[in-house]
């Protein structure tokens, strides 16, 4: 791949990393849920040390024309708890803002996995692709998280409503 579609790709994973921290710590700084404010700065925390990571890559590629080999990326961190789960479930309405801004985040995560999904499948230098497919798999912890809450949001939005039209 040249050059200057790696590079493309770096700067639109760091951009999406960008994005992620601003409205991951938007959402924490706005919430009312203590539980909710935790996990999207944990989150915001996490996607600032994938845009150092990102950085310290391209800075490497741009010096030397390939990725560094064997980065420590380390383990996202363990919020995907059934007990966290139910916690927020309790303290979230399915049409609340946090609500909102957790079905946005699913959408953000999962252009973010697939991107980095799409860039390990393609990438021909192997400390690119591992990077890609480590980052790519960060992110899928939170998709799934986020989208577990989701799911259970709406479930609950239409048994409390007792909407049942069929």
Do not use: C
């Not at 789960?85 to 953000?108: C, N």
């Amino acid at each position: 791949m040249s050059d200057g579609n790696v590079i493309d790709i770096l700067k639109k994973a760091i951009i999406l990393e960008q994005q992620g921290q601003s409205f991951y710590r938007n959402v924490a700084a706005q919430t009312k849920s203590e539980d909710v404010k935790n996990i999207f700065s944990i989150m915001a925390d996490e996607e600032k040390k994938h845009e150092q990571i990102l950085t310290d890559q391209g800075k490497k590629y741009q010096k030397g024309g390939s990725f560094e080999a064997g980065i420590e990326i380390g383990q996202p961190e363990e919020f995907s708890s059934e007990v966290l789960s139910k916690k927020i479930k309790g303290q979230i309405d399915a049409a609340s803002y946090e609500a909102a801004s957790i079905s946005a985040a699913v959408a953000f995560e999962q252009r973010t996995v697939d991107l980095y999904s799409q860039r390990a499948a393609a990438a021909t230098d192997e400390a690119e692709k591992a990077m890609y497919a480590e980052l790519a798999k960060w992110e899928k912890t939170h998709l799934t998280f986020l989208s577990g809450i989701y799911d259970d949001l709406l479930e609950s939005a239409w048994y409390d409503s007792s909407y049942w039209p069929f």
